[in-house]
């Protein structure tokens, strides 16, 4: 038996401690912000941050600096919010939301950047609803000890404790949610692996040997739900208590929802009975529904709002002129990608000449407005295990595509490309592989379709060509390939099942030796693109706007903006 | 009267039947499964399956006509699949947005419709007609959305004159309690003025939007009507036998002029409850219009019949209103004698 690691708070205390001390010194005394959320935190001319280290308590004191009064953070996200329920939400606003309502075991440690926001790194985390954990690796898999702490309670002051751990496992193992198809990659499936050991310590014994258990562990999804509060509200029909969450909030985390409105609006107060309540660098967060794009942009410029994400590409540019605004990019290892059906394009050659033809620097640059990297492959190019050799094959060469195309013995190819209507760089880029492909003598339909139309059809394999986007929960390069394109997996649009390649990807997906993931994912990306089966477009770089003097917004994992540490200073 | 309401109010109950028949079929005809739609990336078959089981969708669509005709006249429209939320409650909610803005995009047209196509009849030939012909055209053709941009972006982003497009009101104000559903109403009898003023702010830059090209089509109507019944034998009597102008022109001219003239605002009216997608959409409006054009991105069935229903109840309702409003303007009708035109 090894012991892998053991850590604790001890290193987000001091973020925290040095966060609460910018945001003290530099929030201004006169803001006055708006009366929703109803709490305003005034803080006196004493600020106190305790955090909980593995060791004790670490308590900073600031003295005088403090804010008479934290702002209240206004954000209008990309999308609508239809529900809050943590385990079947479907929109990055109520990620945002739920991400601050319920408190996961352990959370992302946090770097600041240039420009005073915040991100998760993606290798060392740090105790949020555990005080420490340990983990252990044994001869089948991993058993994870989780000391949790005894102070913690939710939000209407019910303590939080070990089962209401078990009961977040358990729902998502039983319950109807989405959430328990992330469980396999981390070797959980019964509640027989979820232990109790006492009041306060929780241990979950996994049967294999994941490199996604601790950054699983980070999504809120796991966090603590109020199992005394929800068993209330269970009926026979509804015995997880889905309809309840839907709308409310039954967390431990730093916020709570004081009013939700689909489609429009979320309020978040900070949870006065959060274990670290001081941390909370504002007053509260609205997250309202703002449906176009052009008009999220122009109220963050005119100060109405201080975060805005889903910016299209082409406005960004100017944005990052105006001294109003900032532009916080993050590369990601999301991916965008024209998938080719292999059962409708069964010639590899003639996917091959697509592959080649595809003018992937013209898509960055026309489409993206350079707010890309080339993907270069179903492991993107900054996806851990990406190999460069397999990745620099995707490169536009028209001679070559031609010639895989007399090769294929083809002619007169018709094919048609299924783009949504929701999704405007889509059809841009479609116009542009169109052009592409008509110069080496295939002819390309575009079909803008309904989404849901557009779903139905990839689904089906009903559509030769068509254009996806896909982000990774946790990054991993074998969740993403097993997602899709894994034989039989329901979004793997290209039909694409290749045994010898299924095998590398279970292999990668639960080993944790380095070595051995580097060689089968390079395995992987080779038979993939052998095969021909996506010309991989770009990998987005992920862009959040916000106002000129909002510091401390973090962004992990999912890249969806998150608000514990956000404020506005008024020295910008 | 009360026979002419009567046959009026069954023909409106036959078309309700009707909007319900046919809207039911009509969006079955949608291209797209909801079900597939719903179930997102991470889903399989089984998962599927299961959304189809519970909502239905895999019934025989008899049996899905049945329950949504017994379901609408019970005042069940149904659980709409993006949000799970009752259609009924969640249109509902929304529609007392929406009314609000049609009502006074509708009053904002008819303020400058009504004299504009007056004034316009009256001086007929005139450079004054002229302008106003020149305004109907410039509505006629501009895109709502269109001059919705270039109003938010210059009354609203550079002159920062009306607030941005948000919400009914700025974040972090309270509405006021539900008394008609209308922000500046309810506020106004809550004696809250502040309230109602902000209310006012926050409706403009969408009331203008509509107001503006909504006026088009009634000064169009109201100037052809107008010159209709000043050209008629019994103006020109009174001209003769000296009535005066102001009297021949409102009690013989637009008297006359009023039937076409209140078909014509109500169609604009209707238009407006189906019609302000765009504008609910540009302005973060939350009406059944934004909830509407949700429900379609995602073939949200229950959702799209319970808007078409809602808005074809309302449509309908409407009409018996200008039905009644004939009657009232003009005797022939409410005495059942046949009007000569």
Not at chain 1, 449 to 470: F, N, V, Y
Not at chain 1, 494 to 502: K, N
């Amino acid at each position: 038996m090894t012991k892998r690691r053991a850590w604790s708070g001890g290193r987000v205390a001091a973020l925290l401690a040095a966060l609460a001390l910018i945001a003290a010194a530099c929030s201004s005394s006169d803001d006055t912000t708006t009366t929703t959320p109803p709490t305003t935190a005034a803080g006196g001319t004493e600020a106190t941050t305790t955090t909980a280290g593995g060791g004790g308590d670490t308590t900073t004191t600031t003295a005088a600096a403090a804010p008479a009064e934290k702002p209240v953070i206004v954000a209008a996200l990309s999308d609508t919010v239809t529900t809050v329920e943590p385990h079947t939400f479907r929109s990055t606003s109520a990620y945002a939301a739920t991400h601050a309502v319920y408190e996961p075991l352990i959370v992302q440690e946090l770097s600041e950047q240039e420009g005073g926001w915040l991100l998760g790194s993606r290798t060392s985390h740090v105790g949020a609803g555990a005080e420490s954990a340990e983990i252990e690796l044994t001869d089948t898999g991993m058993i994870a000890t989780f000391t949790l702490r005894p102070e913690d309670t939710f939000d209407n002051g019910n303590p939080v404790t070990a089962e209401d751990y078990k009961y977040v496992f358990q729902r998502s193992i039983e319950g109807p949610g989405y959430i328990g198809v992330l469980l396999p990659f981390i070797g959980v499936s019964s509640a027989d692996q979820l232990t109790v050991i006492d009041e306060y310590t929780f241990q979950i014994e996994t049967s294999v040997q994941s490199p996604l258990f601790e950054r699983f562990m980070t999504f809120q999804v796991f966090g603590a739900l109020d199992q005394v509060l929800l068993a209330d509200q269970a009926t026979d029909e509804d015995p997880w208590s889905f309809e309840y969450l839907g709308d409310k909030s039954a967390g431990s985390g730093p916020y709570y929802i004081t009013n939700y409105n689909p489609d429009t609006v979320i309020d978040l107060a900070p949870n006065p009975n959060y274990w670290d309540a001081e941390s909370v660098a504002n007053a509260g967060v609205v997250i309202r529904t703002v449906p176009d794009a052009n008009q999220r942009a122009q109220l963050v410029q005119a100060g109405e709002i201080d975060v805005a994400t889903g910016i299209p590409e082409r406005l960004l540019p100017a944005l990052e002129e105006d001294p109003n605004v900032k532009v916080l990019k993050i590369p990601t290892t999301g991916v965008q990608y024209m998938a080719m059906n292999i059962n409708l394009i069964p010639n590899v050659d003639v996917r091959r000449a697509i592959l080649k033809a595809v003018p992937y620097d013209a898509l960055i640059d026309q489409v993206m407005f350079g707010y890309a990297a080339p993907a270069q492959g179903v492991v993107t190019s900054s996806m851990e295990t990406f190999d460069p050799a397999v990745g620099s094959g995707y490169a536009t060469d028209l001679d070559a595509a031609a010639q895989f195309l007399a090769d294929s013995g083809e002619t007169d190819v018709k094919l048609v490309l299924g783009v949504r209507e929701s999704r405007l760089i889509d059809q841009e880029a479609a116009v542009l592989i169109q052009e592409n492909l008509r110069q080496i003598g295939i002819d390309v339909e575009v079909q803008v379709l309904p989404d849901a139309d557009w779903a139905t059809k990839a689904s089906a394999g009903e559509l030769p060509l068509l254009i996806h986007d896909w982000f990774s929960w946790g990054e991993d390069p074998f969740y993403q390939m097993q997602f899709l394109t894994q034989c039989g997996s329901f979004v793997n649009y290209s039909g694409f099942c290749d045994e010898a390649y299924d095998e590398l990807v279970d292999t990668g997906k639960f080993t944790i030796d380095q070595t051995t993931r580097d060689d089968v994912s390079s395995q992987a990306q080779q038979i993939f693109f052998d095969n021909a089966i996506w010309a991989p477009l770009w990998s987005a770089t992920r862009t959040v706007v916000t106002g000129k003097c909002v510091t401390g917004l973090e962004l992990g994992y999912s890249l969806v903006p998150s608000f514990r540490f956000t404020t506005k200073t008024d020295d910008c | 009267m009360w026979r002419y309401l009567g046959k009026r109010l069954l023909i409106s109950v036959a078309t309700v039947v009707g909007i319900v028949v046919i809207v039911f079929f009509i969006v079955r005809v949608l291209p797209g499964d909801a079900a597939i739609a719903r179930a997102g990336p991470y889903a399989n078959e089984e998962k599927v399956a299961e959304i189809r089981d519970k909502y239905g969708f895999d019934d025989p669509i008899l049996v899905q006509f049945y329950n949504h005709v017994t379901g609408v006249f019970t005042g069940d429209f149904g659980t709409s699949i993006r949000t799970d939320g009752d259609v009924f409650d969640e249109l509902m909610d929304r529609l007392p947005a929406s009314l609000e803005l049609a009502f006074y995009s509708v009053l904002l047209a008819m303020l400058i419709g009504i004299p504009l196509g007056i004034l316009a009849a009256a001086r007929r030939g005139t450079w004054i007609d002229g302008s106003a012909r020149v305004f109907a055209i410039f509505g006629s053709s501009m895109a709502l959305f269109w001059l919705g941009l270039l109003l938010i972006y210059f009354l609203f982003f550079r002159l920062r004159w009306f607030p941005g497009p948000i919400d009914r009101l700025a974040i972090g104000t309270e509405a006021p309690q539900t008394i008609t559903g209308f922000y500046t109403v309810d506020a106004a009898l809550r004696g809250d003025f502040g309230l109602m003023f902000e209310a006012f702010r926050y409706l403009a830059l969408p009331v203008i939007t509509l107001g503006f090209v909504l006026a088009a089509p009634i000064l169009k109507m109201v100037r052809a009507s107008m010159i209709d019944a000043l050209d008629s034998h019994h103006v020109r009597t009174a001209k003769a036998i000296g009535v005066s102008g102001r009297s021949i022109l409102f009690r013989d001219g637009f008297r006359n002029a009023l039937l076409p003239v209140i078909t014509a605002i109500g169609i604009v009216f209707g238009y407006m409850l189906g019609g302000n997608i765009i504008v609910e959409f540009l302005f973060a409006w939350p009406g059944i219009g934004r909830y509407a054009y949700s429900a379609i991105q995602v073939n949200d069935l229950e959702a799209l019949q319970g808007f078409v229903i809602v808005v074809g109840v309302l449509y309908v309702l409407l009409n018996v209103v200008i039905d009644v409003s004939y009657a009232w303007v003009d005797p022939r009708i409410r005495l059942g004698k046949k009007v000569s035109t």
